[in-house]
């Protein structure tokens, strides 16, 4: 079976500073990983997708993360933080059933970012 | 840019009540979700929906609920009798292939 963990329910920095947020998967399969985040009284916007391609993914809004299958991790890091960034993030794995990928998303708890002025 | 649209964005209905939650998927994908977040909880799935029938449904959809595309165009989740367990938030998704569209969710609160 499928699973995320996401190992931080909160985390705080000071606008400029760099953001980590870390997820470990657990997978039988190749994973496809996403990271979506979510403003206040927001829909689930996606950040950016891992499907077995390059390692290091590019997403939107300056993120990035690294699908490191040695570690099981898929941690999502910005270089500089915003304001705007203040939301809370979803790693999501791809579940599989039976036969193959039936699409479901499996997330992870969530983890809340903060960015102090 | 096209979007995930779903109404009502609040629903407070009695205990034992039907709700009919409507999702208007992207015109062109072919695979449809539902999932729901009660508050403080993680997302979970409910039910997968290919080619006019459930692909995959999880634990919690039980026999009070149902999906249907009725037009073509709009999808929803039915629940036949609600409970207050059921006060979630509820999101749909759509997708031509793998990467889901959601939607901005109603909020269901079953008094």
């Known amino acids: 079976a499928q699973s995320v963990t996401q190992l931080d329910s909160h985390v705080s920095v000071s606008e400029g500073t760099p953001v980590l947020l870390r997820c470990n998967y657990s997978s039988s399969y190749s994973p496809s990983l996403f990271w979506y985040v979510q403003h206040p009284n927001k829909g689930l916007q996606l950040l950016l997708k891992y499907t077995s391609a390059a390692t290091l993914v590019k997403g939107i809004n300056g993120f990035e993360a690294e699908f490191k299958k040695s570690e099981t991790s898929f941690h999502l890091t910005k270089p500089s933080a915003h304001m705007s960034d203040a939301a809370e993030y979803f790693c999501?794995?791809?579940?599989?059933?039976?036969?193959?990928?039936?699409?479901?998303?499996?997330f992870g708890q969530g983890t809340t970012l903060q960015v102090k002025p | 840019e096209p979007e995930v649209t779903q109404t009502p964005s609040h629903q407070v209905t009695q205990m034992g009540q039907e709700v009919i939650l409507r999702c208007v998927p992207i015109s062109n994908h072919l695979y449809f979700y539902w999932y729901r977040q009660i508050l403080g909880q993680k997302v979970e799935f409910l039910v997968s929906?290919?080619?006019?029938?459930?692909?995959?449904k999880s634990e919690i959809f039980d026999d009070q609920f149902s999906v249907e595309r009725p037009d073509g165009s709009n999808f929803t989740l039915k629940i036949r009798s609600t409970k207050l367990e059921d006060s979630a938030m509820y999101f749909c998704?759509?997708?031509?292939?793998?990467?889901?569209?959601f939607g901005p969710g109603t909020r269901l609160l079953v008094l």
């Open positions: 929906f290919y080619n006019n029938e459930i692909s995959e």
């Open positions: 998704a759509s997708t031509p292939k793998e990467t889901q569209y």
């Open positions: 999501v794995v791809s579940g599989f059933h039976g036969s193959g990928n039936t699409g479901k998303l499996i």
